[in-house]
Each structure stands twice: as C-alpha cells, then as structure tokens.
C-alpha cells in the first residue's frame, strides 16, 4: 500500500458528523449498561440521576479545554502534540507512550469480553473458542481500519447509530408508555457517597479525549474537532441522565440489579424491548472495538512522528492509515487477548486518563501564557477545573497497582526513546 512522504498529508475524509459519531462512540461503550447500577449504590434513587447531571456538567470545561486546543492543531495526537508544542519531544514521547500502553490494553480487555459474551450463541463455549473468536474479531476489525478512513468512519458511524437505537427506543418506552405493573416513587436524593458516585459516573463519561487523536484525517478541523468534542459529551450527558432516570423508576432495587438497562427495558416495553436492548450491548462493544482500532494506534505514529523517527512508525497510507503502528497494534492485542482472564487490564485506565486531562491542561495554560497559536491568558482558566478534575480522578480513582503498571510503562518509554533516532531532513531543492 502507497505511503505518503514525509510531512506530506493524506486526503482528510471525516466530516462533522462521522467526527461527533466516533466521540459519542467513544463514550457510550459497555459500561452504560451497568453503571446505573454501580453509582445508585453510591447514591440512591434520584440521586443518581443527579450524580450523572452534575458529574457531566463538570466535564464541559475539561471538554472545552480539549476543543479549544484541538481546534489549533490539524495533526493526529491530540494530547500528544499539545505536550510537544508546550514541553517538547521527551514529554510528548511519554504522553503517547502511557496513553498507548492503556488502550492497547483495554482494547484487548474489550475485544476479549465482546467475544466471551458472544461465543456461546456461536458454539464456541469454552476458553478456546473465546479465544479463536477474539482473535478473529481482532483480525477482522484490524482489516477493516487498514483499508482506510474513508470506510472506518463510515463503519463506526454504523455502529454508533445502531448503537444508539435502542437506548433511544428505551427512553421513549420509558417518556411515553405507560408501564405495564404500578411501580412506587422513586427515592429521594438522600445520603450515599457523592465522591465515589462522581467517579463513577466520570469513569462511564470517558471518549470525548480521543476526537482530537484524528484531526489530522478531519475536514475543517478548526470547527468540527471542538463542536464533535464538546457535543460528543454532551448528546452522552442527555442520554445518560435519561436512562438512569428510567432505571431508577423502574427497579427499586437498582443498586442490585445486574443488568439495569436490560431489566429496565423489560418492565418499560416488555420482552421484545428487554430483547432489543440486551443486544444493544454486543453492538455497543463492537463499536468501541472498532473506535480502539482506529485511535490506538495514531497514539503510537504520533509519538514517533516529532524530531526523532522510531522505525518508521509515523508513516502513513495514502488512505490516512498509520499502518506499521496499526501492525504492531494488531500483533500486541493478538497476544493479549489469547492470555485468557483480561480483567486487570484496565489497570492504566485512570493514570492514563488523568495524564492526558493533566497535559492538556497544563499545555493549554502554557500555549495560553506564550500567546502561542493565536491563544490568550484568558484561556488558561479552562486549564483550572481540568486540573482539578484530573488529581481528583487519581487521587481517589487511582490504586497503588495502577501507580505501579504507570511507573513501569513510563520506565518502558524511557527504554524505548533511546531506541529512536534523529530524525535525517528531507533533502531540499539544489541549488
């Protein structure tokens, strides 16, 4: 496949809304199917509703600290070339490093799980068949990215509208038909632990960051990376507040439920609805398999595209595909997902998060200082409540082991910078 030269762009093909379907794919994974649940026992009845209101209310400035920065940068990286503009190579080395490291991780936990739930139907029960469907799926996901972004934005914007149809299905059952038993009143929102909900529902809150990984495959990115990077969190917000509504005046005991949306489904539209939900989760997981794919690897070219080469990984497809980094990617996930049990492999999630909430911050608050990119010290304040976000989320989202797998990527990092080389300037014209 035809490589582009280097510092040569390839042809952008990802409009507005193919930009807002990836962010709002991003956010809206798996975890919402359960996270009703996991944040009413934190805060009962209404409570919870108010918990993902508030929690999402506090994100819009983190979000806007990402559209303002991403909207002057038209490269992939996102947080990877905001460290680089405001702190130089080693830092913007180490951001994508980490930021790689975790979602290689979870895209193997994800693509694992995809296939546990879906082997049995398939009659492939068992840890073999598990297996030999996730590397399958793996393969086949990683084919389709390789063709090109023309047809991944057009898949995952699928995906995502699929995804989206019977969430949307489950609050109109919830807004406009009657139920089919008398339920009682919801709880007020009293007691529980308003902390460990807030991260909670910050955790199922998460995608926005990676709409600026792409910018540099985004028509007009100057307007559509910040309206797809803000909007993104905000369609999640409205979703989120509605189905957890839903939940709560369907189960009183939805701190116990296992399934929340599925069961809520059953008792607002019966078993059909029941039905069409509980497969929304596959396609739920599917989409954020394919989001992985696309982004993860972009983390990796990114890192090796500044003054230093690392073994070619930032060359780039005429069809806007990182395809060594998309290769190594492909290879690293097929281990890991034939490692059996992935359920640790979330371990980087919050470090990871955090650094990239913490960079871009930090980025924003020192391009805004410099006056840098035609940005003022007014845009600085935005880096405040991303900050605090940020040490809040590790400073009790965080473990220890977490803190250890982050120190032992970071050491990895540093291992693998001094494996870069200087990277030989294009030749010029002869005079």
């Known amino acids: 496949m035809p490589t582009l030269p280097a510092g ?74 905001f460290a680089r503009a405001a702190f130089g190579e080693r830092a913007s080395f180490l951001v994508g490093w980490v930021a790689y490291v975790s979602a290689f991780l979870s895209a193997s936990a994800v693509n694992a799980g995809l296939a546990r739930a879906l082997a049995p139907s398939l009659g492939l029960a068992g840890p073999l068949g598990e297996r030999l469907l996730a590397s399958a799926l793996v393969t086949g996901l990683a084919a389709l990215v390789a063709t090109g972004m023309r047809v991944s934005a057009r898949t995952w914007t699928a995906l995502t509208v699929l995804k989206l149809v019977p969430l ?67 369609v999640a917000m409205l979703l989120y507040v509605g189905l957890t509504w839903a939940c ?21 539209g019966g078993p059909g609805l029941e039905r069409f939900v509980n497969a929304g989760t596959s ?84 391009l805004s200082l410099r006056r840098e990119r035609n940005l003022k010290p007014a845009h600085a304040l935005l880096a405040v409540p991303t900050l605090a976000l940020g040490l809040t989320l590790v400073a009790f989202g965080a473990s220890a082991r977490e803190a250890a797998v982050a120190a032992l990527a970071v050491l990895a990092g540093l291992a693998l910078m001094r494996r870069s080389r200087p990277r030989v300037p294009a030749p010029g014209p002869q005079a």
Do not use: H
């Open 8 to 81: 040569a762009d390839p042809r952008r093909t990802v409009g507005p809304f193919q930009l807002l379907a990836l962010g709002v794919n991003g956010i809206v994974g798996v975890g919402i199917f359960f996270a009703p649940a996991e944040v009413a026992a934190q805060a009962p009845g209404m409570g919870a509703v108010w918990a993902f209101a508030v929690t999402g209310l506090a994100l819009v400035p983190v979000a806007l600290a990402f559209a303002v920065l991403g909207r002057r940068f038209d490269a992939d990286g996102g947080p990877v070339v």
């Open 283 to 366: 396609v739920s997981a599917l989409g954020i398999c394919l989001g992985m794919l696309v982004t993860t690897p972009r983390y990796l070219s990114t890192l090796a595209s500044g003054d230093r080469s690392l073994f070619g990984l930032e060359r780039m497809t005429t069809s806007g595909v990182p395809m060594r980094a998309l290769f190594v990617t492909w290879v690293l996930v097929m281990v890991f997902v034939n490692l059996g049990d992935l359920s640790e492999l979330f371990a980087l999630s919050a470090i990871a998060v955090l650094m990239q909430f913490g960079v871009t911050a930090a980025a924003l608050a020192v």
């Open 248 to 268: 709560v005046a369907a189960l009183p005991g939805l701190a116990q439920a296992t399934a929340p949306l599925v069961q809520a489904a059953g008792v607002w």
């Open 168 to 234: 949307v299905a489950l609050l109109g059952a919830f807004f406009f038909l009657p139920s089919a038993a008398e339920l009682p009143a919801p709880l007020p929102a009293t007691g529980g632990s308003w902390l460990k909900a807030g991260l909670a529902v910050m955790f199922a809150f998460q995608g926005f960051e990676i709409v600026p990984v792409i910018a540099g495959q985004v028509r007009s990115p100057e307007r559509t990376v910040p309206l797809a990077t803000v909007g993104s969190l905000l």
